[in-house]
């Protein structure tokens, strides 16, 4: 089965749903996108939800950047070597942090702040560069995803 065209506007990446906040994920093709939602789907089978695989459709409102899958690839998730599978999902999330996967050496250490945000659409978004192909990726995004909940509550 192969997916559809790439639908005006959307974006090559995936995003997921992790207790209600969404988690985007962007990077080039084969940089194991989809196989780091697929970790972060199978590390808590009851918090996380798959909003979009391959393409996702991004949009500003009401000051938050909200994320749906592309028409026709709704509830599909690519794994390679098996194809499409059928996943439950959300149909939209509000996304508060943006994961780019980058060439391993790409990444800092010890990131400057402007490195640690983005802007998508006007909205700015908590951000850091996860080297691609990382064994422990979801496990990084998890820990991303509570540091950016503990520094929002804080004020």
């Known amino acids: 089965m192969t997916p559809p065209p790439a639908p005006p506007g959307g974006i090559h990446g995936g995003a997921v749903a992790i207790g209600g906040r969404g988690v985007l994920v962007r990077g080039a093709s084969g940089s194991g996108k989809s196989a780091l939602l697929l970790s972060l789907l199978l590390s808590d089978l009851g918090t996380v939800r798959l909003v979009a695989d391959d393409r996702v459709l991004l949009t500003a409102e009401g000051g938050r950047l909200i994320a749906r899958p592309a028409e026709g690839l709704e509830g ?3 794994v390679r070597g098996q194809g499409l599978l059928a996943w439950p999902t959300e149909p939209q999330v509000a996304i508060v942090l943006c994961v780019d996967l980058v060439a391993p050496g790409e990444s800092a250490r010890m990131p400057e702040r402007a490195e ?3 802007r998508i659409e006007g909205v700015l978004l908590h951000r850091f560069a996860l080297p691609a ?3 422990d990726g979801a496990v990084r995004v998890r820990a991303a995803l509570e540091s ?7 004020g």
């Open 76 to 78: 599909l998730i690519e």
């Open 116 to 118: 640690l945000e983005t």
């Open 133 to 135: 192909g990382q064994p």
């Open 148 to 154: 950016w909940a503990r520094d929002f509550h804080k």
